[in-house]
């Protein structure tokens, strides 16, 4: 491959968190081809079109999906896996995470403090293919649907951002948040968190991994993963600015746990969030 394409758009809550991203990647790619990987790569600006088809172009160096499509989806059958990250954050322990289950505080004077009292709320969710917003909300209410539904109605929302303003401004009731988007929210946007409630926490299951197409040969895999701890290494302050230790390489069958929760709610007859 002559020309290659690296973007890392999923924690992208900010502009400042977006210029910091891509300051890390660029220092990450910069360390790369020092150590032998291609220097041909561009980075495009946001927004960055459908991510399904930027993931599996061939051309990809790295980028970041969700657990749910690379493990659910079939993802993992095209990619190499690079590395997962370690976030500083409640709610994380080591490269896994967990999702925020909030409500909006009208909600919760209304009796919704425990998932249990949530049954026929309205939830928002950011989209069909996200573990943190779907899938670990589906696990976490399965047990407690009824004819296989638990909540009223769904609102897809398409990001983590717009499901806590629909639940703030009232177009919902409820949301499971990745941990790690709220943290990042909670520092720089503090006021978008005014209505919200925190009312528990989902499952633990491993963290948004890095990917690369798998016209990068395997032997660049490891000086890549480096190259992304040097990285980090080199500028503390933007790496506490976005709440990341580092990252550590897991194995396909470690996602295994996020189509173990899939399953876990398919066969307790909730297919669907609804």
Not at 253 to 263: G, Q, S
Request: aromatic letters at 6%; charged letters at 25%.
């Amino acid at each position: 491959m002559d020309r290659w394409i690296a973007a890392l758009p999923m924690y992208n809550v900010t502009q400042q968190h977006e210029r910091l991203w891509r300051a890390l990647l660029t220092d990450a790619l910069a360390a790369f081809s020092r150590a032998g990987g291609p220097r041909n790569v561009s980075l495009p600006n946001a927004p960055y079109g459908e991510l399904a088809q930027l993931w599996r172009r061939r051309d990809v160096l790295l980028t970041q999906t969700c657990g749910f499509p690379y493990r659910v989806l079939g993802l993992h059958e095209a990619v190499h896996l690079v590395a997962t990250p370690v976030f500083d954050v409640e709610g994380c322990d080591g490269p896994r995470y967990r999702s925020v289950l909030v409500v909006s505080t009208a909600a919760w004077e209304r009796g919704a403090k425990a998932l249990t009292s949530c049954f026929g709320l309205r939830a928002a969710c950011n989209g069909a293919d996200s573990h943190s917003g779907m899938n670990a909300l589906r696990h976490a209410v399965a047990e407690y649907a009824r004819d296989g539904r638990f909540f009223s109605s769904v609102l897809w929302t398409g990001s983590h951002s717009e499901s806590l303003k629909a639940v703030s401004d009232a177009r919902a009731d409820i949301a499971a948040i990745d941990c790690i988007t709220l943290a990042l929210l909670r520092d720089a946007r503090p006021d978008l968190l005014d209505d919200i409630r925190v009312i528990g926490m989902s499952a633990s299951a491993p963290g948004l991994p890095l990917i690369a197409s798998r016209a990068l040969g395997k032997n660049h895999l490891e000086p890549l993963r480096d190259a992304l701890s040097h990285a980090v290494e080199g500028d503390p302050d933007r790496a506490r600015a976005l709440r990341l230790r580092g990252f550590v390489a897991l194995s396909t069958e470690d996602y295994a746990d996020i189509e173990r929760m899939a399953n876990e709610a398919i066969a307790l007859g909730y297919p669907t969030l609804r």
